[in-house]
């Protein structure tokens, strides 16, 4: 199986952008419940983003 760079890229986008947003969104269960669900909205998109630019 070829090694998927796009989902890399993604993944280190959003959780680069909620590493930089962190220490202003509370405390760690609230950080943990938000990135939980950032993962999710992530895995989610992402499938959708492919098929739109063609891969």
Known sequence: MPF???AVAW?????GVL??????LGGVG??????????VLAATVLPE???MMGY
């Open 30 to 39: 609230l950080r943990l419940a938000i990135g939980a669900g950032v993962g």
């Open 11 to 15: 993944y280190a986008a959003i959780c």
């Open 19 to 24: 590493s930089a947003l962190a220490p202003s």
């Open 4 to 6: 998927d760079f796009t």
């Open 49 to 51: 983003l492919k098929g």
